[in-house]
């Protein structure tokens, strides 16, 4: 259980960072947090030649609210989102799916933007990007591109950042008025890998339901998002048939199965935890 | 194969300073026990699970076993043994666990003691919840959780008279 040799960097700028990770290629990983990176090392999952730790590079760790989004630099660590103020009156979902995330010693130490990198299929941040519609900023030697969830996560632990890439950053727009949310997972134990979660945002005009929509982990190899407005658009919020929208989301999913879940439980936590992460998300 | 890259790195555990030259793979965990020879701190899954292996960095719980040695380079980190006064007297954490009789084996013990420590100066009146969600994160295999639970909110409480 001890990580295979590597060559350590630590640069101080992210120019620096990118130049040593143009010069790596594929060979290279970034680290940030580690908290899921160094379990991969320490069990020789992954061998990288190179590791380049951007913890020391200056101007990564900012957590930045405006008016209408929140911005997590690369090294700012999941407990400073979490507790961030300004942020959770911005966006409030980042708290409550960070909440969710491991326990308070691993999310004092890994990042927001790096479990996005990681693309775990159960990772809760990836839903949450995928939900309010956030872009993360990808940065190499050669420029910078800003890439939305759908583009960003391709397959379960693989996302599109190329060899020499670094994730800068991630924006997560707050939603418009009259929308609340919400998180609600089933997982062996609290802070394990959910069987299944959802995120869901519902906006709700003069009492009446106008968008319903949720997200996904653990259902599929990247984090899906649904439109279920379909089932609820014009019921008053009170009386709104959330049940009815976790069947529709029922039909539009195909989990697989493991040995913590078949397909029909987890189909079926899709619907009952969707109809409780709407209701939940227009009560508030 | 070229000979292994190390560094020479500065670690301040519980306030004494030490220069050591080690492998950069070296995990802070292995640094604190191999290194510096402080065994307080225990290795037990290597992976981020069982919470046996943390300490403070910067006052903050973190995962030793998830964390290289030259990554904590220049920070400050609070092991088990840096609990304790340096007259001997128990912190409020330990003085509650052996009131209330929070351990058995002790194999889980240092890794509860620094997160309890940390997360009561955060919230120094935890409720029964919070005292529950203060202790998610660490694994005993001995003594169904009750104890320790108690523990936190006796430590609160002893911490509170201290004052």
């Known amino acids: 259980m001890k990580p295979a040799a590597f060559t350590y960097h630590a640069p101080e700028s992210v120019a620096e960072a990118l130049q040593i990770l143009a010069d790596v290629g594929d060979d290279g990983k970034v680290l940030a947090g580690g908290q899921s990176l160094v379990p991969i090392l320490n069990m020789r999952l992954a061998a990288p030649a190179n590791l380049v730790d951007i913890n020391r590079v200056a101007g990564l760790s900012t957590v930045d609210a405006s008016a209408t989004a929140v911005t997590v630099g690369a090294t700012a660590r999941h407990a400073d989102v979490e507790r961030h103020e300004v942020a959770y009156g911005v966006q409030p979902l980042l708290r409550r799916a960070l909440r969710l995330v491991a326990h308070p010693a691993i999310r004092n130490r890994g990042t927001t933007c790096g479990s996005l990198a990681h693309a775990d299929p159960a990772g809760e941040m990836t839903a949450v990007l995928a939900l309010t519609g956030g872009t993360v900023r990808i940065s190499s030697a050669a420029g910078q591109r800003d890439v939305g969830a759908e583009e960003f996560f391709v397959g379960p632990l693989e996302c599109c950042l190329r060899p020499g890439e670094l994730l800068e950053s991630a924006m997560f727009p707050a939603f418009e008025r009259g929308t609340g949310s919400a998180f609600v997972e089933v997982a062996r134990r609290h802070g394990d890998y959910a069987l299944c979660g959802v995120t869901a945002a519902v906006t709700v005009v003069a009492g009446t339901v106008s968008a319903a929509r949720a997200a996904y982990i653990s259902v599929g190899p990247t984090p899906l998002l649904l439109d279920l407005t379909d089932a609820v658009a014009g019921q008053p919020v009170a009386t709104a048939d959330w049940t009815a929208a976790g069947r529709l989301a029922q039909s539009r999913v195909s989990p697989e199965a493991d040995i913590h879940a078949t397909v029909s439980y987890r189909r079926h936590l899709v619907g009952v935890l969707t109809a409780r992460a709407l209701a939940e998300a227009a009560a508030r | ?163």
């Open chain 2, 1 to 163: 194969m070229t000979a292994e890259q190390h560094r020479t790195i500065t670690l301040v555990v519980n306030g004494a300073t030490h220069q050591v030259d080690l492998p950069v793979r070296r995990l802070l965990s292995d640094a604190i026990r191999h290194d510096l020879g402080l065994t307080g701190t225990h290795v037990g899954c290597e992976h981020g699970v069982c919470g046996a292996c943390t300490v403070l960095l910067d006052g903050r719980p973190v995962r030793s076993c998830l964390l290289f040695a030259v990554g904590a380079d220049g920070a400050a980190i609070t092991t088990v043994e840096g609990l304790a006064a340096a007259d001997g007297t128990r912190h409020p954490v330990q003085q509650a666990f052996t009131e209330c009789h929070a351990l058995q084996c002790g194999f889980c013990t240092p890794g509860f003691l620094t997160t309890i420590a940390a997360a009561l100066e955060d919230n120094p009146d935890p409720s029964e919840e919070e005292a529950t969600e203060i202790i998610s994160g660490n694994l005993c295999r001995c003594t169904g959780y009750q104890n320790i639970k108690a523990a936190v909110l006796r430590a609160a409480e002893l911490k509170r008279v201290d004052r």
